[in-house]
T-cell receptor, first 115, second 115 residues
Framework: AQKITQTQPGMFVQEKEAVTLDCTYD???????LFWYKQPSSGEMIFLIY??????QNATEGRYSLNFQKARKSANLVISASQLGDSAMYFC????????????FGTGTSLTVIP | DTAVSQTPKYLVTQMGNDKSIKCEQN?????MYWYKQDSKKFLKIMFS???????INETVPNRFSPKSPDKAHLNLHINSLELGDSAVYFC??????????????FGPGTRLTVL
């Protein structure tokens, strides 16, 4: 079974609008972490935001926020006020403590911001 | 200052050749990883080292051999290169193996093309 599922291969959003990128995960480990990374066309992987399984509040980092719904096992990334520079691939990832803190990545979502 | 660096950035070679990719991190991190990103952008872990010790060794052909001469370096040697080895290879590092909140910091990637 897939540990991380990203069901949106491609998304479009109008500049200055908000967009939600979906991520669901599968784990039976009570201790885990969820991460989002951005990969622009230049190829580098950029860390955006982290949510721990025991965190009570949703993580936020500037224009990025993570909509963490533990019971539904979802960790959607919300980007507010989209900018042209947000056009990139976005990867959701999970780390489980009981598998030795190994990271599992989703297949990614390609986001295009339209002017 | 580059945190995680990889050399070379691009590598074009013939089938059957042996090649190495080098990775260095100047962050003082204990844990380092190698990932392979295929043409569909799927990111898969290959190896992980913690304090020079091999921790994760995924199902990877034994033509791939990682070497960690010290905590700051994790090199990847590939023997008898095949067409299917063409991909982008990312090195990453993380402060520690046990701290669950630590994210990974990625290198810029090495685009390997096997002809």
């Amino acid at each position: 079974a897939q540990k991380i599922t990203q069901t949106q291969p491609g998304m479009f959003v109008q500049e200055k609008e908000a967009v939600t990128l979906d991520c669901t995960y599968d784990t039976s480990d009570p201790s885990y972490g969820l991460f989002w990374y951005k990969q622009p066309s230049s190829g580098e992987m950029i860390f955006l935001i982290y949510q721990g399984s025991y965190d009570q509040q949703n993580a936020t980092e500037g224009r990025y926020s993570l909509n963490f719904q533990k019971a539904r096992k979802s960790a959607n990334l919300v980007i507010s006020a989209s900018q042209l520079g947000d056009s990139a691939m976005y990867f959701c990832a999970m780390r489980e403590k009981n598998t030795g803190n190994q990271f599992y990545f989703g297949t990614g979502t390609s986001l295009t911001v339209i002017p | 200052d580059t945190a995680v660096s990889q050399t070379p950035k691009y590598l074009v070679t013939q089938m059957g050749n042996d090649k190495s990719i080098k990775c260095e991190q100047n962050l003082g991190h204990d844990t380092m990883y190698w990932y392979k990103q295929d043409s569909k952008k799927f990111l898969k872990i290959m190896f992980s080292y913690n304090n020079k010790e091999l921790i994760i060794n995924e199902t990877v052909p034994n033509r791939f051999s990682p070497k960690s001469p010290d905590k700051a370096h994790l090199n990847l040697h590939i023997n008898s290169l095949e067409l299917g080895d063409s991909a982008v290879y990312f090195c990453a590092s993380r402060p520690s193996w046990v701290d669950s909140a630590d994210t990974q910091y990625f290198g810029p990637g090495t685009r390997l093309t096997v002809l």
